[in-house]
Every structure is written in C-alpha cells, then in structure tokens.
C-alpha cells in the first residue's frame, strides 16, 4: 500500500468507502462486508468513510462494529453531517458518536455543499462552524472539511466563507474531468491551499467498463492494468490528490484495488492522451450522468429503483437492443410508476432530470 501525508499522519493512498457495501434482501450482508473490511486493514488500508445517510443509517454502526475489534489508532475514521437529513448537528453528532462506537472522529465533514445546500449550512442562526471547532478544541473532532457536488462558483462561495476547512472532497475521475468541470473544482481547491480528497473514482463503477473496443484498447496498452486501474493512476497523476476513496462491493474489487496501490504509478503523457480520447468517445455516447450514488431512492414514493433505471438508459443508448427494452418494461417498480413529483432530482448530486428519463424509457427514447 502506498501513502501520502497530510499534516503530521500517512493516510494510505486508497480509502474504503462504504456507501456501497455488499447487501442480502436490502440491509447490509455483514459477513461479506466484514470480510472486505478486514481485507482492506490487512492491506493497509487506514481510512474508513461513512456518512449518517449511507445504506439508509446503517453504515456508521457497521463500520463502528466492524472496526471494534482494531486498536482505534490503527485506522483513521471519516463521517459526515447533511443537513438535508436533519438539521441538528449536536444531535447528529452524539448519535454518530454511538453509532461508530468511538469518543472521536478523525475527519468530520459537512456533507454534499451544493447550489440547494450551502446556504442551509451557511446560515449564521444555525452556528455550524461553531460546533465544529467546538468539538475539534475538545478533540471530539481532529480534522474538518465538507464534500461537494456543486458547481465551480457554488465551490468558491462555500470556501470563502470560512477557513477552517482542512480538505475538500469532491466528484473527481477522467471523465468528470470535463463533463462535470471537476477540472475547474480541482483548481478552486488547489488555488486555496487544500488537498483534494476524491469520490466516485471509477463514477459508481461506470468506468470499470467501457465497453469491449475502449476496454480493449486500454488492455492492449497496458495488459498488467485492469480497465478500473486506469483511472486510479490517472488521479495518480494529479499532485493536490491525497485521498481516493473506492466504494467497494466485493473481494474482487478490494482485491484488484488493492493491487493497483501496491505501487505510485502516474500516467505517462502518452497513455494520459489515450485515455482522454477514450473518454471523448465514450463521453459521446453516454446519456445519463448518474453515478448511482442512490440519494435519490429513499424519498420516491413509488419505491423505484431509480439507478438501475439510468443505468438501463444509457445501456440501451449504447447498445439500441430493444429487446432488452421490451423484458425490462415488464418489471414492477419500474418507469410506469414514477409520479413525476421530482423528489429524486432535487436530492440528485447530478441535477439529473430523472422523471424526464423515466418518461423517455416509457416511449423507447433511448433507442
């Protein structure tokens, strides 16, 4: 496992996310994430990121139970407040505080500051930033920072209000890099003098596939790389980048993740080149920006699996297979249900317009 510093700590350069834990029947299948857990502190793997809202509540008391049985220095925690959820941080915070079975937390962050967010954190009645340095000052806290979906102005608004965030925490990957103008927040970030801690590396698994003719032509420039591989050393190759986080589901990607850290390898400007080509073309063909980060799911009232559905969107963009189309249609919980209320698109980090989408899948669009 490779590190890098911040501050006075190494953080391995790989994190373990775990909004995208292994699940049985809905819940949370705690023998297989045990396992990926174990596996990742056995490697090296000393951060752990949560938040009060992953796998609808479950997360934080996972991870507080499956770390139990490690010395609490051996590994770093990271958790977040959404104010979304609910406003009231003390509260938030004692709960995660039981939860994660801990007297701390070691990097705290205000969760998903967006166009709808930051003026919701930003309110001065509601003394946030006061709780915060509260707690660091008690050392309940040791280090603050906040993730961001929002756009690049809504980025700088939110660091200007302050300067006692540590790290920023944004969407950042090859293709985001100009689709989501995560280049110009990597900037914005870097401009300040805070290192950049990475989500959605592999875009909620989306690029560990490209399809066979991308998929191949990266495997024949680099057979020792795995396609997902490619991505991590692409952010390898960006200097202000100190943490990846990876959401991982499986042995296999834990594995193959773990392999891929063994050693700090950037990019070469060649195989950068090749990648961001690839990209263009993919980007071209790829209708829905949805990252599957399923914040949209726990609010629909129809119950919908909505990243599924977008994921369908965009495999039938690709592929115009209408019969796949015609047997997906005969699912429950499916297009036909979505009530267009509009709850999704609000909680979407991506803005994504998902009752338009559902509409479309409806009349075949993508096809």
Same mark, same amino acid.
């Given at each position: ?55 609808? !509540? ?5 991870? !507080? ?26 509260? %938030? ?19 998903? %500051?967006?166009e709808e967010t930051c003026d919701a954190y930003m309110k001065p009645e ?12 008690? !050392?309940?806290?040791?280090?603050? !920072? ?21 790290? %920023? ?32 590396? %592999? ?94 799911c726990d609010g629909c009232p129809a119950g919908i699996d909505i990243p ?50 559902m509409g479309r899948l409806l009349d075949a669009a993508p096809l």
């Open positions: 496992m490779i590190y890098k510093k911040f501050q006075d700590i190494n953080l391995s350069r790989l994190g373990m996310g775990n909004m995208r834990l292994p699940v049985s029947r809905g819940r949370i299948d705690e023998k297989r994430a045990q396992e990926i857990i174990d596996y990742a502190m056995a490697q090296g793997v000393n951060y752990y990121d949560t938040a009060y809202v992953y796998h609808s !509540g479950e997360s934080e008391s996972f991870l !507080g139970k499956a770390l139990k049985k490690y010395p609490r220095d051996s590994y770093y925690l990271a958790t977040k407040f959404y104010v979304m959820a609910n406003p009231d941080i003390e509260k %938030v915070f004692e709960e995660q505080l039981r939860k994660l079975d801990t007297d701390y937390i070691d990097f705290y962050l205000l969760h998903c %500051v967006n509601r003394k946030y930033l006061d709780f915060l340095m509260e707690q660091k000052a008690k !050392g309940r806290i040791r280090h603050i !920072g906040f993730s961001s979906h929002g756009k690049p102005a809504t980025l700088e608004k939110f660091l200007n209000w302050s300067d006692c965030f540590e790290f %920023v925490q944004i969407q950042l990957n090859y293709l985001d890099w100009t689709m989501q103008d995560a280049k110009k927040q990597y900037e914005i970030i870097t401009e300040h003098g805070l290192p950049v801690w990475v989500m959605e590396p %592999v875009r909620g698994g989306r690029l560990a596939s490209l399809g066979r003719k991308y998929d191949d032509m990266l495997q024949a420039a680099k057979p020792e790389w795995s396609v997902p591989a490619w991505a991590f050393h692409w952010l390898m190759s960006l200097d202000n980048v100190t943490m990846i986080l990876s959401g991982m589901s499986d042995m296999d990607q834990i594995r193959d993740n773990v392999a891929t850290f063994a050693k700090e390898e950037p990019l070469t400007k060649e195989q950068a080149m090749l990648l961001m080509n690839i990209a263009a073309g993919y980007q071209s063909k790829l209708a829905v920006p949805c990252t599957a980060c399923r914040y949209c599924v559905w977008m994921n369908l969107y965009n495999e039938l963009s690709l592929t115009k297979d209408r019969k796949r189309w015609e047997e997906a249609m005969k699912a429950e919980n499916g297009p036909a249900e979505c009530i267009g209320c509009g709850q999704c698109t609000s909680h979407c980090p991506q803005s994504i317009d998902v009752p338009g989408y």
